[in-house]
């Protein structure tokens, strides 16, 4: 897995790819259609960042690479890699519960706040891709 030098692609199985956590400097790309919506990515090596019509989808400090992002009404699943341990935040709906897996182990569950966010603490080998699953239960 790499870093996105184009900050966010649409890959050809449809997921999404974003995210440059070796940048020094904070980029920005905005406008990004996809599926209909509008994407905005903000990523460097301390935050990466996306935005769906306006709206937050994902962040994670520090900064980070994500492959093959896939969101749908009852689950969301990716590969991150980056420098290290990362807090990932996620917009889910809100005061729902949801299983939480890291390469492909369920390591709990988790119930979103009452403004849909979860945050996962994710264990992260710079160089390996560390997948990453959240299925509404």
Do not use: H, W
Request: net charge negative; hydrophobic share 35%.
């Amino acid at each position: 897995m790499a870093v996105v030098e184009e900050l966010i692609r649409k890959e050809a199985d449809g997921t999404l790819s974003f995210g440059n956590y070796l940048l020094g400097e904070k980029k920005k790309l905005s406008d990004f259609e996809y599926e209909g919506d509008l994407y905005k990515v903000k990523t460097f090596y301390e935050i990466t960042k996306l935005e769906k019509n306006g709206l937050f989808v994902y962040e994670s400090v520090p900064g980070t690479s994500v492959n093959c992002f896939k969101a749908d009404d009852t689950s969301v699943s990716f590969c991150v890699e980056g420098k290290g341990d990362s807090s990932i935040t996620l917009e889910l709906e809100p005061d729902e519960s949801y299983k939480i897996f890291v390469n492909d182990n369920e390591v709990g569950e988790m119930k979103a706040n009452l403004g849909g966010k979860i945050t996962i603490s994710a264990e992260i080998n710079e160089g390996q891709a560390t997948k990453i699953k959240v299925e509404k239960i």
